[in-house]
Each structure stands twice: as structure tokens, then as C-alpha cells.
């Protein structure tokens, strides 16, 4: 499993800090699907969950798109996956899903989201309101590092069951 990840400082700033650690996770979920094929990316966890390491790459790239362009960004525009009309679309529909348009798309949105939280004070509030809140940018940054961390966990587990690699 390749690793290129650059382990975050262990001191900076709080903008460092934030910017490095989300860094750090959109990298670990990358290191988690590494040289796996579609068939594995595909593969289900246990019953009844439907997750799956490509599942979780759909997901995170709407999360980004719905934190980056839509709540900081106030962009509108369609869901990714057909989650318009299907919530889960992004777990759910990888049976057929291109590998290759999830990842090219997750890496789209990871490059978007990093071009408008660049030119953003950590201070700034959203253009968008999420669940009739307004959020701060700092609020972004953590709650995206939250996520990630939160879903690398499953990719561990996603990644041990195939082919028994672990690791941070």
C-alpha cells in the first residue's frame, strides 16, 4: 500500500493545524483504497450495511461539494450520485459505478474545496445556512476532519476484510 502522506506538524498555527489534519485524512482514505481492484473497492461490509470502500469515496466527494461549494461557497446545484432522488445513492449504487469517475470526482471536489478555503478567513460564515444554522469556515474544517476520521475508521475495517492490510 503506497503512502505519500505528510503526517501534520505538531505545532502551528490553528489554520496550519486545521489545513494539515484535513490533509491528513482525505490522504488516508486514498491509502485505505490503494491497489485494490474495482470488484474489491466494491465489496460490502456486513449485512444489513451496504458501505463499501468505493461507496465511501462517492460519499466523501458530496460531502465535499455540499461543505466547499454549497454551505461556504453558497453554491446550488445538483447533488452528485442522484442523491437528489436517492439519499443513499452514494453507498448504494456502486454495483455499476465507475471506479474511475468516483475517484476522478472525489479528487475534483478535494482540489475545489481546497481553492476556496485557501481565499476564506477561518472567521467567515458560509454563504449557505446548514439545517437553518449558519456555520463558520473553522466550523467546515472540523467537521470535515470529523467525517473523514469518522469514515477511515470504516475504511480500516473495509480494507482489513479484503485483504487483511491495517494500518493508520
Not at 36 to 41: C, I, K, V, Y
Not at 142 to 156: L, Q, T
Amino acid at each position: 500500500m503506497s503512502d505519500n502522506r505528510i503526517p501534520p506538524p505538531f505545532i502551528g498555527d490553528e489554520r496550519a493545524m486545521l489545513d494539515n489534519w484535513l490533509e491528513w485524512h482525505r490522504g488516508t482514505l486514498a491509502v485505505k483504497c490503494a491497489g485494490l481492484s474495482a470488484e474489491q473497492l466494491r465489496l460490502r461490509s456486513a449485512s444489513p450495511s451496504g458501505m463499501s470502500l468505493l461507496g465511501l469515496v462517492r460519499h466523501m466527494a458530496h460531502v465535499e461539494r455540499a461543505w466547499f461549494r454549497g454551505v461556504l461557497n453558497g453554491e446550488v446545484g445538483p447533488k452528485l450520485w442522484g442523491k437528489d432522488t436517492h439519499q443513499d445513492a452514494d453507498f448504494d449504487d456502486v454495483d455499476t459505478a465507475s471506479v474511475d469517475e468516483a475517484f476522478a470526482t472525489w479528487q475534483a471536489e478535494i482540489g475545489y474545496a481546497r481553492k476556496v478555503s485557501a481565499g476564506v478567513p477561518l472567521d467567515a460564515v458560509g454563504k449557505q445556512q446548514r439545517h437553518g444554522q449558519d456555520c463558520s469556515h473553522r466550523w467546515i474544517l472540523v467537521h470535515m476532519i470529523e467525517e473523514y476520521a469518522r469514515h477511515n475508521g470504516h475504511a480500516d475495517l473495509l480494507r482489513e476484510r479484503i485483504d487483511g492490510v491495517t494500518g493508520e
